[in-house]
């Protein structure tokens, strides 16, 4: 049976790194790439894998990669701290790396978002078992894809994620990673942020959430999900207004401070007899 090492990337997720641990134990080798956490993480991951690997920065691709550079089994498998590998997923992968047809292998997620699955939510599969040899590298600030030597297969049964548990993670992450997508955009040069880009961009994503995929079906939970999007999706344009903007918004606050004040200066100079 070919070696598989399981890397899972975490920062600050003591409170639920344990069960994803715990189900990545049927891997010859468990690695956590711990990116500069300040809880207990370290602490609670120790005991239950195989080594800790610390590192820093802003780039999932790098993490993937130190991750991929320190495992010592002939096959990958990428895990979040906030997914979980259910028994029959298991033996799909040991089955799938024993007689290999393809060199990587999506993965279904069956998401659990606000604590309810949403039966409408696209299918999302992720590209997470890698053979080692045939993995080039990850690359991508944020939405990071590998580069494969090879041709990639399905897995049929779902990891479990257990995604934004509550309002207050929903909003931290949006605030995270709606800088990182605005500064890539920026990078690439898009164009000027009119006003009417804010309701397209807006519309756009009511159609494909509320029309197109349907989760107005889902409840309360659906529902939540479609104006979260539409707002996740406004916030990252508007951060791009904010980069593109000139004069900046600091330097025009500055602007407005030393006119204010040249004012007061004259106004002084007036009353001096």
Not at 249 to 273: F, G
Request: net charge positive; proline share 4%.
């Amino acid at each position: 049976m070919p070696t598989l090492s399981i890397i899972i990337l975490a920062k600050n997720v003591a409170d639920e790194i344990v069960p994803a641990l715990k189900t990545a134990r049927f891997a010859d080798e468990v690695l956590v790439v711990d990116t500069g956490s300040t809880d207990d993480t370290i602490q609670v991951a120790r005991p239950l894998c195989d080594k800790i690997i610390k590192t820093s920065g802003h780039s999932f691709a790098a993490w993937r990669n130190e991750g991929a550079a320190a495992a010592t089994g002939e096959w990958l498998l990428y895990l979040d701290s906030d997914e979980r590998i259910s028994p029959k997923l298991a033996l799909e992968i040991q089955k799938a790396i024993s007689d290999p047809k393809h060199m990587a292998f999506t993965i279904p997620r069956f998401e659990v978002l606000l604590g309810k699955r949403l039966d409408h939510w696209s299918d999302t599969r992720v590209l997470r078992l890698i053979k080692k040899s045939s993995l080039i590298k990850w690359t991508g600030k944020l939405h990071e894809q590998p580069t494969i030597d090879g041709t990639v297969g399905m897995i049929r049964n779902q990891l479990v994620h257990l995604t934004h548990k509550n309002i207050d993670e929903k909003v931290l992450n949006t605030l995270n990673w709606s800088r990182l997508e605005a500064e890539m955009l920026f990078k690439a040069n898009h164009p000027p942020m009119k006003a009417w880009r804010f309701y397209r961009i807006i519309l756009t994503e009511f159609f494909i959430r509320f029309i197109k995929q349907g989760l107005w079906r889902d409840g309360a939970e659906g529902n939540i999900e479609i104006i979260y999007q539409m707002f996740s999706r406004f916030l990252t344009y508007v951060r791009l207004w904010e980069m593109q903007r000139q004069p900046t918004l600091k330097e025009t606050y500055k602007a407005v401070d030393r006119k204010i004040l040249q004012e007061w200066q004259e106004q002084t100079l007036i009353k001096q007899p």
